[in-house]
Each structure stands twice: as C-alpha cells, then as structure tokens.
T-cell receptor, first 113, second 109 residues
Framework: GAGVSQTPSNKVTEKGKYVELRCDPI?????LYWYRQSLGQGPEFLIYFQGTGAADDSGLPNDRFFAVRPEGSVSTLKIQRTERGDSAVYLC???????????FGSGTRLTVV | QKEVEQNSGPLSVPEGAIASLNCTYS??????FFWYRQYSGKSPELIMS????GDKEDGRFTAQLNKASQYVSLLIRDSQPSDSATYLCAVFGNEKLTFGTGTRLTIIP
C-alpha cells in the first residue's frame, strides 16, 4: 500500500479482555516495528520484525503482550487480560532500510475501561 | 540517565524567528539521527535525518550533529504557525530507533 495502515483507529475494551491490533506495512518493507506512546511521552519500543521473525522483542512489557507476522507482511499485536495501564496509542512503523528512518502508521488508540 | 534526552518545553517562538531544539543521547555507538514532527493527535512524521558530523540543511530546517558531544539539534528558520507541534529526537542504534520525550514548540503569530 501507499502508507502504513493500522486498524482499528480506536479501540475501547473492558479490563481483562483480549484485543488484537493490526498493522499493514508499506509494500516491500521487510522491517516492521511496534511502539507504544503514552500522553506526553515519546514512542516506546515494543518489538521489531525482520521478515517473519521477531528480531528483538525486548520492549514487550510482560507476557500478556505478543506479536506475530506470519507471512512477513501484516503484523498483529495481541494483548491478553488488558489492564487500564495498557491504555495508550500503539504505533506501527515499517522500513526498507532501518538506518534511514521509519514511516509510521496513524496508530491505534487503545482505551481500557 | 535516559538514552535520549530533550527539553520538554513548551518552547514559544515569535513567528518569523528561529526555533532551536536540542537533544542529547547516551549511546556512543548510535549510527543515525532523526527529527520527527508530531501534531496533536497524529502520528510522528520524519522531517530530517543526519548521519555525519556537521550541518544538514533542507529548506527552512537545519539539523546539526556533534558525535563527540553526543548532541543533535534542529533549527527552524522563519518559523510559521504551522510549525507548532511536538518535535521528537530519535537515535538509531541496536537495530531500532529510540525516541526522546519530545519538545513542544508553539509559534506565536
């Protein structure tokens, strides 16, 4: 696609529920990143995929968070047993040359009530 | 110590003046450096990249890098109200970008 597409744009869920956030990167971009941004903060790294494999998942806060990219294109970030502290904007970015900057999607605003 | 540090602001600059945004980083192995602009409620947008010491100019924007001092800056000349946004400094190293908390810039007409 022309840009990085994220769905849904907004998600409100109840505490304890499971959510999935989807990212469709720019066509041909092999690197895909997930970040989380809380109000007044910069984006915080969660996980990085190179192709189908998670090259670095050191930013995932705990084992409730998991992400997949089974065919090396679309990625899904999965959050189990959501907590109010998970409320944030989840940003996806892709790149074909990691050292040259990323293109971000418009983000998914997750609110856990 | 945070890996990438920025003054959170807010920074207020009169229209037409020069806005100066600063950033320091802790990892000497960092390879490339970026400035992103983020309007309220929007996602970050890449506006400048710099890879070697010195200045890089693009229109009204100039990025400056000093690796010895671990310092990156962004100058915005002839500031316009549309430049009002949060500016995020980002540093690439260890296969990922690390961001500062951002500096909120307001251009006063």
């Amino acid at each position: 696609g022309a840009g990085v597409s994220q769905t849904p744009s907004n998600k409100v869920t109840e505490k304890g529920k499971y959510v999935e956030l989807r990212c469709d990167p720019i066509s041909g971009h092999t690197a895909l990143y997930w970040y989380r941004q809380s109000l007044g903060q910069g984006p915080e790294f969660l996980i990085y995929f190179q192709g189908t494999g998670a090259a670095d998942d050191s930013g995932l806060p705990n084992d409730r968070f998991f992400a997949v990219r089974p065919e090396g294109s679309v990625s899904t970030l999965k959050i189990q047993r959501t907590e109010r502290g998970d409320s944030a904007v989840y940003l996806c970015a892709s790149s074909n040359d990691r050292g040259r900057g990323y293109t971000f999607g418009s983000g998914t605003r997750l609110t856990v009530v | 110590q945070k890996e990438v540090e920025q003054n959170s602001g807010p920074l207020s600059v009169p229209e037409g003046a020069i806005a100066s945004l600063n950033c320091t980083y802790s990892d000497r192995g960092s390879q490339s450096f970026f400035w992103y602009r983020q309007y309220s409620g929007k996602s970050p947008e890449l506006i400048m990249s710099i890879y070697s010491n010195g200045d890089k100019e693009d229109g009204r924007f100039t990025a400056q890098l000093n690796k010895a001092s671990q310092y990156v800056s962004l100058l915005i000349r002839d500031s316009q109200p549309s430049d009002s946004a949060t500016y995020l400094c980002a540093v690439f190293g260890n296969e990922k970008l690390t961001f500062g908390t951002g500096t909120r810039l307001t251009i006063i007409p």
